[in-house]
């Protein structure tokens, strides 16, 4: 890609959905690519599948802890 800056991952890893979408939405409209995780479980599948370059992590999830993600 020359002359091009690479559009910047960014996975984000919240349970309240509303939260988790809006920020999604905010990221995508800025032109980010933006994925969305609801729990511990799904943001380590996508860790695996995937590099991001940014992760916004909620520190309580419903099955584990940002910190443990992290």
Do not use: W
Not at 4 to 14: G, H, S
Not at 26 to 31: C, E, F, Y
Not at 32 to 42: G, I, L, M, P, V
Request: aromatic letters at 8%; proline letters at 3%.
């Amino acid at each position: 890609m020359v002359g091009r800056t690479p559009v910047k991952r960014i996975l984000i890893v919240e349970d309240d959905r509303l939260l988790n979408k809006t920020l999604a939405y905010n990221l995508n409209v800025a032109g980010y690519d933006a994925a969305s995780a609801f729990n511990a479980e799904t943001a380590a599948e996508l860790f695996a599948g995937a590099s991001y370059d940014l992760a916004l992590l909620d520190i309580n999830l419903p099955d584990g802890s940002g910190y443990d993600i992290c």
